[in-house]
């Protein structure tokens, strides 16, 4: 028995890879650069099918990324620069030993309390604290008075975005109360 291909996904994923390292590099009209190279791919290899699954794939990883920034500037757009009370499950704490800083806590923020209306949502924080809480990975917390502000720093936001994560706030006291112990 012959093994044709002994990595049969190596160049599929080094097209994804070029394609979401193409997308940040050199942003571009998405839709304009997949009409250009698919118009070419049929016009000029219509026998290459591998060629057409490559370069559908190297779009793949350049709509991927743009999709996932376009996911997080809209849901950010809407929550920026608000007075909000978040009902977040805390998913992660890590105590840090920066002077100020004492605290990294990581949200998943379900709920978004406005003027006595809750909307229902889905996305992740970081929260930096200046003074220690009680707060343990698990637990369910209503957060009061959060003020969350759009990240100008470039490679933070994209940290973020690769982690999943909307964007981060600051409090020096973090006024909240546990709903659900875990």
Do not use: H
């Amino acid at each position: 028995m012959k093994i044709s291909n002994k990595i049969p996904l190596f160049f599929p994923l080094i097209f994804l890879l070029l394609g979401i390292i193409y997308q940040e590099f050199i942003p571009s009209n998405f839709y304009l650069l997949a009409i250009c190279i698919i118009l070419n791919i049929f016009l000029l290899l219509k026998n290459k099918s591998k060629l057409l699954a490559y370069s559908l794939i190297f779009l793949s990883g350049a709509f991927l990324l743009q999709n996932q920034k376009n996911k997080n500037l809209e849901i950010l757009n809407q929550i920026a620069n608000k007075k909000l009370n978040l009902i977040a499950t805390v998913t992660n704490k890590e105590n840090l030993t920066s002077n100020n800083i004492k605290e990294e806590i990581t949200l998943k923020v379900s709920q978004i309390k406005k003027l006595n209306k809750k909307t229902n949502t889905n996305f992740n924080l970081l929260c930096y604290t200046y003074t220690p809480t009680k707060i343990i990975p698990g637990q369910k917390v209503e957060i009061k008075n959060v003020e969350i502000k759009k990240i100008s720093n470039t490679k933070f936001k994209d940290y973020l975005i690769k982690e999943g994560i909307i964007s981060s706030f600051f409090s020096k006291k973090l006024i909240y109360k546990i709903i659900n112990k875990n």
